[in-house]
């Protein structure tokens, strides 16, 4: 019953123009309703108030916003971090395409306070073959690991991971433009010395290029560096 209260809901709040943009953004995910992200997130944020639990175990994953909503409820309702990151790992085979994995991501705050404890969870992924298990890792990094305590290690993980697919390749890219942003120094000598495959690296430059947080020398200095 409280799936198919969650479906009705999502299929009232449908927006058809939205649906057709956002489809063209995820290619290859056919099952979009097309609910805004700010719509569903104010619905989860509902849900989570309730008995969760019961939805989380309900709610079905035919259609792409039934489970971005789960993800949404992981991140929003109130529980420990154990219960939370054993929420995490269920959901996170789940996760098939780049906008519920960064959504996803954004919305586990509660790292924030948990740093330790969710490094050590998610560099299990570190040895994944699946290319969303090692985006929802790289996105991770990118949204709370930036740091100086993380940083060599963070690099280091980027380094290593190597995978063919296209949305893995851009997660390092973009993580490293923003490691850039905030450790230009550390930055450029990893730049310099690293075993990145050519089409990660260049779009790792591209990034620093377009970030309108970098001087207009530095990023002549990244045109200078493509392979």
Known sequence: MMNDEVRKKILELADPKYKEFHSGLCPNTENIIGVRI???????????????RSYLASIADDYYEEIMIKGMIIGLARMDAEERLNYISEFVPKIDNWAICDTFCAGLKFTNKNKDIVWEFIKKYQNSRKEFELR??????????????????????LDKTKHDGYYVKMAIAWTISAIYVKYPKITMEYLKNNTLDDFTYNKALQKIIESYRVSEEDKNIMRKMKR
């Open 38 to 52: 700010p719509v569903l997130r104010k619905y989860a944020k509902e849900l989570a108030k309730e008995d969760f």
């Open 136 to 157: 929802f890792l790289i996105v991770m990094l990118l949204d709370y690991y930036i740091t100086d305590e993380y940083i060599d290690e963070v690099i280091k993980i």
